[in-house]
C-alpha cells in the first residue's frame, strides 16, 4: 500500500531519531558511568610541585570502604583533554612504601566523554568501615604554558599553569587542601578565594576545604618565572645492540628535541649571546646538555644533521664518565634540534648467564638515560629497541615503566643469515626520572648458536675461493689453440 506524502514526512524525523538513539545508545549509555559509590576520602592533601618543566603531583589521601562489602576498586578520574599528558601513575600504600606498586590501568568507557579514569586495584579487599592511607603519583606533560608568549633575547620568562583547587575525586571528600610548590618566589599572579592561598615562602597553600562532592573542582590558575628551557623530546629512538663475540655493549639515541619556552619576539642577535656568557646570567633558551653516563663507557660521539659537532666533552674515570653536549646554536623558546648519540660499555657489566649453564641469559639495562638536567626533561614518545645476537629465542622482558606497544622482528647487519633477533618497546609521556628504572630482558643463547657467523663467513670466503678457481680454469678464447 502506497502511503500519503503527508504522512511519510510526518514518519521520516521520527524514524531518524529512533534510528539516531539506536547507533548512540552505547554511547548515552556509557557517557552516564560513574564509579560505585563505595568509598569517601576522609583527608586528602594534593601536592603540586612546579619546581620542574614539567608538572608533579602526589596526592595523599586516607579512603575508607563506606559499602558492606569488601571493596577493592578504586577510580581516579582526569579530564579527557589532559589524560594523553598523563604519565608515571603509580599508587603505593603510603604507610608501607617498600611494597610493590598496586595495580592501575586506563579504562576507556567512553571515547567521547570529558572525563576518563583509572582504575586502581588494591592488592587486599578493604573491609567495610576500615580505612587505607594511598600515595597517588604521576606527572602531566605539556602543561605549562609560557605568558607573555614571546619575549626578548634577555627577558625573564613566566609560565601559566591552570589546575584545580580541589582535586577531581570520583568519591566525596570529607576534607582536602592543596599546596603547590615553586622554584622562584616571583609569582606575580595567581588566583585568591576566601582568604587562601596561605603563602610561605615559595609555597601556596589552598584550603583546607571540607565537605566536597564527587567530581567537583574549582578552577585556579598561577603565573610564575622560571626562565629556564623547558626541554621536550617529542620522539626518542634508543637503540641497545649486544654483541657477545666481541663482549659489547653500543648503544645509539636519536632525539627530536624542542624548546616549548616563550618564542623571541625578535630575531636572534648572537653578538648579544655571546657578549652574556661572560656572566652567565639565567636564560630559556638550551645552551648545553649533561648526559651522565655508567662507569666505564668509552668511545663516545655526537652528531647532528649537519654532522659530527665537536662541541662536547667527555669526562671518565673510576667514578663518573659524563658526556657534556652543546649544541651547534642556543636552542631558544619554539625552535628545535635533532641529534644523535652514541656510547660502547663492556657487557660484563650488564648481562650475566643463568644458573646451570644452559645457554639462557639475563640482560639488566637502563631503560632509559640520556640528559639530566636541573629543569627536567620530558620525553613524548619512547621507542626503544634491545638487538640480541643471532639465534636468540625465548625472549622475555620485565620493566616497571609502562609499556604501550610492544613487537618482536629481526633486524639484518653486516655478515648476518637469518637476522639478530629485536625486541622493540614503546613507552609514552615519560620524564628524566625513569632514569632510574630498568628493563631486565630473558633470552636463550646456546653455545652452538654462536658459531653461525664464523661458519657462515667461512663457507662463504670457501665459496668464492672455489669460484675464482673454477672460473681461472675456463678457457674463454674464441679459436682453437695451435699445437707446435
Known sequence: MKLPKQWLLAILPIIANVCIADSNSSHQILSSFRPPQVFRNTNLIQNINLEKSF??????????????????????PFDGEAIGKVGGLEVRDKKDAGKPAFKSELVEYDTYSS??????????????????????SYHVLSSLFPLPVSINQQDKQYLLYKFSAYFPSAY????????????????????TSDSFPERQGSTFTYGPYEDIPAGASQDASVRYEFTKPIIHATLLERDIEVSH???????????????????????????????????????????????PLKVGSLNPYFVDDIGNVSTSRFRSNIREANLELKPRYPVFGKWNYSFKIGWDASLRNFLRGTKGGDGGYILKVPFLEGPKMAEGMSYEKVELRIILPEGASNVKFETDVPIVAEESSLHRTF?????????KLTAMNLVDESRDEMIIVTYDYPFAIRFRKPVTIFIGALGVFVAAYAVSKLDVSIGKKKTA
Do not use: C
Open 415 to 423: 655478515m648476518d643469515t637469518l637476522g639478530r633477533t629485536t625486541l
Open 245 to 291: 663475540w666481541g663482549g659489547n655493549l653500543a648503544t645509539e639515541e636519536r632525539y627530536w628535541l624542542t624548546n616549548k619556552g616563550a618564542a623571541l619576539a625578535n630575531n636572534f642577535n648572537r653578538v648579544t649571546w655571546a657578549s652574556a656568557q661572560y656572566y652567565n646570567p639565567p636564560t630559556s633558551a638550551i645552551k648545553a646538555l649533561n648526559v
Open 172 to 191: 566525596p571528600t570529607l576534607k582536602q587542601r592543596t599546596k603547590i610548590k615553586f622554584s622562584t618566589t616571583d609569582i606575580p599572579d595567581y588566583t
Open 115 to 136: 572525563t576518563q579514569f583509572y582504575r586502581i586495584t588494591l592488592p587486599t579487599p578493604l573491609a567495610p568501615s576500615a580505612s587505607q592511607t594511598l600515595s597517588i
Open 55 to 76: 608538572v608533579r603531583t602526589i596526592v595523599n589521601v586516607v579512603i575508607e570502604n563506606t559499602d558492606g562489602k569488601p571493596q577493592d576498586e578504586y577510580y581516579i
